[in-house]
């Protein structure tokens, strides 16, 4: 098969995503409660040191492949990088600070449709705080979203007042993290929007906003078309803004379209990139969620697939681990990826997208999807596209802010926290009573 031909099935692998999901989004509810509890639990974090030694073990017993033959990222991760990631991991890195930390915030369990649902909640001093539910995607975490819990929920202590305070609910997706593993194939951005109202209610909340990116993105725009009662408006650092010409002419492999405008031509640039070089582990994980076993057992092969999200964010941490200062760190990477490798969340965070794909009737990812609540849009630069203004007008006709920030990439709060925060200040702003 071609390397022509394979771009091509990647690519309308990943457009199949989530092309049903406006339309499943009104659908009556798939998932029925299998139980009744529906009460909210105190939630701590503590792994034994046996599998913390383990995990080292493993590590040090990495069996290597070859070096790659060409310098640089097209073949995958460096091995000079895997290489240095290992040996950090092995002898320095020191997961109980995680777990300090989480332990430091509010965190809780509750039951919604039969599955157990974890989240960090924090509530702000501040009387008038606007709560927001702020959902994390693939391959990141809760992590993604730690450095601004404070900085949202206590304002004057970082630059900001009292009126842009947030209270703030991160849930982990199902089979992500701390929730509980799916059994079925029924949890998909559908029902998990469904979920996140529901615990949006159970935690009291009338008004309150939704924000996500990747996976997060597709949730909260679900969460749009749903409807529920409370949601006032979505912020989206990852926007679904691609028209049906121009998602049509990616899907083709044509050329690009005649009249785009430079912020234009930048995003099918950066489309058709990702497109072609940038979907290994989506048509993996869409199409043999199951095959990856190999996650399951090497922490290293774990670390490795993690890394390869895409062009932007790996070069990013290539240059993390060769000693540059940059918006994660060596510990954020090995937070983020030592807390898939202890809860063993490789395949189940994987079966998302295998689950989401069993409903969806081609579309893309990137795909307009007709939402009319209010939306704001940050368009960070090294994100897998930069939305552009002139299609987030189209897509969102009620979109209430969009600002084009000067860096940033995939894992905007967890990258750029200074920016996010004034992002979600600056973005609801207008709905505060």
């Given at each position: 098969?071609?390397?022509?031909?394979?771009?091509?099935?990647?690519?309308?692998?990943?457009?199949?995503?989530?092309?049903?999901?406006?339309?499943?989004?009104?659908?009556?509810?798939?998932?029925?409660?299998?139980?009744?509890?529906?009460?909210?639990?105190?939630?701590k974090v503590h792994f034994p040191e046996s599998d913390l030694t383990d995990l080292r073990r493993r590590v040090a017993a990495t069996r290597w492949p070859d070096q790659e033959t060409v310098a640089g990222t097209s073949q995958g991760v460096p091995q000079a990088t895997m290489q240095k990631l290992a040996r950090y991991w092995q002898s320095e890195?020191?997961?109980?600070?995680?777990?300090?930390?989480?332990n430091a915030l509010p965190q809780f369990v509750t039951n919604i449709d039969g599955l157990d649902i974890h989240f960090i909640h924090v509530?702000?001093?501040?009387?008038?705080?606007?709560?927001?539910?702020?959902?994390?995607?693939?391959?990141?975490?809760?992590?993604?979203?730690?450095k601004v819990i404070d900085p949202l929920t206590n304002p004057t202590a970082h630059g900001g007042t009292a009126a842009d305070a947030f209270d703030v609910v991160i849930p982990s997706l199902p089979g992500h993290g701390f929730s509980e593993k799916p059994k079925d194939a029924s949890w998909t951005p559908v029902t998990i929007a469904k979920a996140w109202a529901t615990l949006m209610q159970r935690l009291g909340y009338k008004k309150y906003v939704a924000q996500g990116g990747d996976w997060g993105n597709a949730v909260s725009e679900v969460m749009a078309l749903q409807q529920p009662a409370g949601l006032l408006a979505i912020h989206t650092n990852m926007a679904a803004t691609v028209g049906p010409d121009i998602s049509k002419a990616l899907s083709a492999h044509a050329a690009m379209p005649a009249g785009l405008s430079a912020e234009e031509q930048n995003a099918w640039n950066q489309l058709d990139d990702f497109y072609k070089n940038g979907l290994a582990y989506a048509g993996e994980m869409l199409t043999r969620p199951q095959t990856l076993v190999g996650l399951a057992d090497s922490p290293?092969?774990?670390?490795?697939?993690?890394?390869?999200?895409d062009i932007r964010s790996l070069k990013m941490i290539v240059r993390v681990f060769d000693g540059k200062e940059e918006g994660l760190s060596r510990d954020d990477v090995l937070?983020?990826?030592?807390?898939?490798?202890?809860?063993?969340?490789?395949?189940s965070s994987a079966r998302l997208y295998w689950d989401t794909a069993q409903i969806s009737n081609g579309g893309g990812f990137f795909d307009v999807r007709g939402v009319k609540t209010p939306?704001?849009?940050?368009a960070f630069p090294d994100e897998i596209y930069a939305a552009p203004k002139s299609w987030s007008e189209k897509a969102y006709p009620n979109l209430i802010h969009y600002n084009k920030l000067p860096k940033g990439g995939h894992f905007a709060a967890w990258e750029q926290p200074a920016l996010f925060t004034s992002e979600m200040r600056a973005s609801f702003k207008s709905l505060r009573s």
């Open positions: 098969m071609s390397n022509t031909t394979n771009n091509s099935l990647s690519r309308r692998t990943l457009l199949a995503t989530t092309a049903a999901i406006g339309a499943l989004a009104l659908m009556p509810e798939a998932v029925t409660a299998a139980v009744t509890d529906t009460s909210i639990r105190p939630f890195y020191n997961w109980r600070n995680v777990e300090a930390r989480l509530r702000s001093k501040h009387e008038k705080a606007l709560p927001m539910i702020i959902t994390h995607g693939w391959p990141g975490s809760i992590i993604e979203q730690m290293v092969g774990l670390a490795a697939w993690m890394l390869d999200h937070d983020n990826v030592t807390l898939y490798w202890l809860t063993n969340t490789a395949v939306v704001a849009v940050s």
